[in-house]
C-alpha cells in the first residue's frame, strides 16, 4: 500500500470514528509531513496529507480538549497552506464551520495569536 492509501486509510479511519484519533494521530501526522516534504503520489500525496489535517481537526472539534485546540490547529493549517490558493480554499469551509459552532456557543470562542504582534524595540 502506497504512503498516499495508507494516510488516506488513516484519514477515514477518523472520519468514521473521530474517537480513533488518539491512537492515529502521532502516524498519521508523521506521514502527512512525510508526503508534504515531496513524497511519493504528487497531488495525490498533497490531497492525502490535506484531507489528514481536516480530518483531525474535525476530530478535535468533536472532542476540544482545551478551548484553544480547535482554533490553534485551524490556524496551523491556514498558515501551512498560505501560498496554495487550492488548498486554502479548501479550508473555508472548515473555517465556516468552526465560526458557526463558536455562535452557538458549542465551540469555545478562542482567539490564538501565531507569532508575536508587538513592536520590537531596540
Known amino acids: 500500500m ?7 486509510a488513516l484519514a477515514a ?3 468514521a470514528d473521530p474517537s480513533a484519533l488518539a491512537a ?3 502516524h498519521g501526522d508523521v506521514l ?3 508526503l508534504d516534504a515531496g513524497g511519493d503520489g504528487g497531488a495525490v500525496s498533497g490531497d492525502a496529507a490535506l484531507r489528514w489535517r481536516i480530518a483531525v481537526v474535525r476530530a478535535v ?3 476540544p480538549p482545551d478551548g484553544d485546540a480547535v482554533r490553534e490547529l485551524y490556524g496551523e493549517l491556514v ?5 496554495q490558493p ?5 479550508l473555508r ?11 452557538e456557543g458549542t465551540l469555545a470562542r478562542s482567539l490564538v495569536a501565531r507569532s508575536d504582534r508587538r513592536p520590537q524595540r531596540r
Open 93 to 103: 469551509p472548515l473555517g465556516d464551520e468552526i465560526r458557526r459552532l463558536e455562535a
Open 13 to 15: 479511519k477518523i472520519e
Open 2 to 8: 502506497t504512503a498516499p492509501a495508507r494516510l488516506a
Open 24 to 26: 492515529s494521530r502521532s
Open 86 to 90: 487550492a488548498r486554502l480554499a479548501a
Open 32 to 34: 502527512a509531513d512525510k
Open 61 to 63: 472539534i468533536a472532542a
Open 79 to 83: 498558515d501551512r497552506y498560505r501560498d
